[in-house]
C-alpha cells in the first residue's frame, strides 16, 4: 500500500536554529498538508497546499513557517529560528481528494533544546 | 468544550467486549473521520462518514452521525489486543464555500485491550 514518506524520523535541534522537516506524498495525490501534535495535546491543523501554493493557513502557521514543493515529489516544511514551544510531533498528509480521508505520515519528532 | 471532543477519555477492556467512543463537535460538517494512532506512530485513517449518513460499516468498526446532536460513535466489535490504541474523531468543516480539507481533531480517547 502506497505510504507517505517523513525524514528524519527524530530531529533534534538547539532554539533559533532553522530546520527543514521533509514529507514525500503519494505520487498521485494533490492536496498536501502539515499538522502537529505537541505531546499529550490534540493534533493541529498548520497548512494546506494545493496547486503549488498555499490553500489555508491556521494562526500557527507565521512567518517563522514556510512549506515548499520544490521537485513534484518532496513536501518539505522549514521552521527558521526555533523555539522551545515548536517542539512537537509534525505529521505530514496528503489526499487525493479534498477533505476524503488522508494518508499520514509517520512523523517527525522535533525536540528543540 | 471544542470542535472534535471525545469521550471517554481513556478506555480500559477485556478481548472480545465491544468498544464505543463518543465524539462531539460544533460546526457543520461535510464529512466526520476516524484515525488512529499507535503510541508514537503516525495517524491511520480508519472510516470517514459523510455528513448525508447515519452508519457506516467497515469490518469490525460500525461509525454513526448524528448531525442534529453534531455526535459521532466509533463501535469496535470482539476487540482485540492489537487494537489498544488512541483513536481521533476528525472534521472536516463546511463553512458555505470551499473547504480545503482542513481538519479539525478531537482530544482522543485511548484504548487500552486487556488480552
Redesign the interface.
Known sequence: EPE?T?TPSHQVTQMGQEVILRCVPISNHL?F?W?RQILG?????LV?F?NNEI??K?EIFDDQFSVERPDGSNFTLKIRSTKLEDSA?Y?C?S?R???????????T?LTVV | S?Q?EEDPQALSIQEGENATMNCSYKTSI??L?W?RQNS??????LI?IRSNEREKHSGRLRVTLDTSKKSSSLLITASRAADTASY?C?T?ANAGGT??????????TILTVHP
Request: glycine share 20%; hydrophobic share 25%.
Open positions: 507517505v517523513q492536496y498538508y499538522y495535546q490534540k493534533v493541529e491543523f494546506s494545493y490553500s489555508e491556521s510531533m505529521f498528509a489526499g481528494e479534498r477533505g476524503y480521508g488522508y494518508t499520514f505520515g509517520s512523523g519528532r | 471544542q472534535g461535510n464529512n473521520q484515525y508514537g506512530r503516525g495517524l491511520v485513517h470517514l481521533f476528525a472536516d473547504s480545503y480539507g482542513k481538519l479539525t481533531f478531537g482530544q482522543g
